[in-house]
C-alpha cells in the first residue's frame, strides 16, 4: 500500500506545482497586458512593479503603477500608484469584454501638474493620446487593435498627493487631495461600451486636477489656466463619466481670491 500512498503524494505534488506554474504565469500575463496597453494608449512609458492575484477571494492587487511625463516636460514620472486593487468578484469575468469590475480602489496616487510656459502636462499627455488614435493619412485605415474596455461601479482614490509646478509662476507646492469616489465610469450612458485604459486614467487625472483647484492655495493666473485645460479635456469624458457630460466650470470665484490671498500670505 506504499506505493499506492507514494503516488497520491506524488500527484498532489504535480497538482500544487502546475497550480503555482499558472499563479506565476497568469501574473506574468497581468502585467505585461497593462505594460502593453497603457503604453501603446498613452503614448509614453507605462510600467508595472508586479501583480498580486487572489484566486479564491477574486481580487488583483497592480503594485507600483508608474506613467512617465509626456515630452518636453522635466518630471520623470507625470503619475504614479501605490495600490490599484481591484475586485473582481470571479475571476473569470477578466475574459469578459467589456470586462465589468464591482469596484476599484486607487491608494496613494501621486500626480504631478506641470505647467512649462504655455503648456500643461495633462492637457499634452491627453492631446497627445488623441491625435495618436487617428490615422496619420487620408487613405491609412485605423489601428485594427482592440484595446481593452472596463466598466467600474466604483471608483474610489484615497490618500492623493499632488506636486503642482510652474515655471511662469516659480511655483512649486504638494498638495494632499480628499478621498473621491467617480461612479459607472465607463457606461455613463447606460451603453455597457466600457472605457479603454487611457479614458480611465484621463477621468483620475481629471477628477485629481479638479480637486486641486477647489482647494485654493494657487495663483490665480494658475488656477484659471488649469480649469480651462480641464473643461477642453472634459470633451473627452463624454460618456465615461455623467458628471463630466457637461464639461468642468471654473472654480467659484471665492475659491479662486481665497487662493491669491494664500499665495500673498
Known sequence: MKWIKRLVILGIILLAGGAVVGYLTIDGIVKGVVEKEGTEQLKVSTTLGGVSLGLLHGYVDLKSLAIASPPGFKAPQMFSVDTFS?????????????????????????????QHGT??????????????????????????????????????????????????????KDL?????????????????????????????????????????????????????????????????LPEQVGGIKLPDPGNMLNGLLNQKK
Not at 97 to 108: F, G, K, Q, S
Not at 141 to 154: F, M
Not at 198 to 210: G, N, P, Q, S, Y
Open 86 to 114: 481591484v475586485n473582481v468578484g470571479n475571476l473569470l469575468r477578466l475574459r469578459d469584454e467589456p470586462i465589468h469590475l464591482a469596484n476599484v480602489t486607487i491608494d496613494d496616487p501621486k500626480l504631478v501638474v506641470e
Open 176 to 240: 494632499t487631495l480628499p478621498s473621491m469616489t467617480l461612479k459607472n465610469v465607463g457606461n455613463a450612458d447606460g451603453a455597457n461600451n466600457g472605457a479603454a485604459i487611457k479614458d480611465v486614467l484621463t477621468a483620475v487625472i481629471d477628477k485629481m486636477v479638479d480637486q486641486t483647484t477647489l482647494l485654493g492655495g494657487l495663483p490665480i493666473d494658475l488656477t484659471k489656466s488649469l480649469s480651462e485645460n480641464l473643461g477642453a479635456v472634459a470633451g473627452k469624458l463624454k460618456g465615461i
Open 119 to 172: 503648456k500643461i502636462n495633462f492637457r499634452e499627455l491627453i492631446d497627445n493620446m488623441s491625435q495618436a488614435s487617428e490615422p496619420t493619412a487620408k487613405n491609412q485605415p485605423a489601428s485594427t487593435s482592440k484595446p481593452v474596455k472596463l466598466i467600474i461601479d466604483t471608483l474610489t482614490i484615497t490618500n492623493a498627493h499632488v506636486t503642482v509646478q510652474s515655471d511662469i509662476h516659480n511655483f512649486n
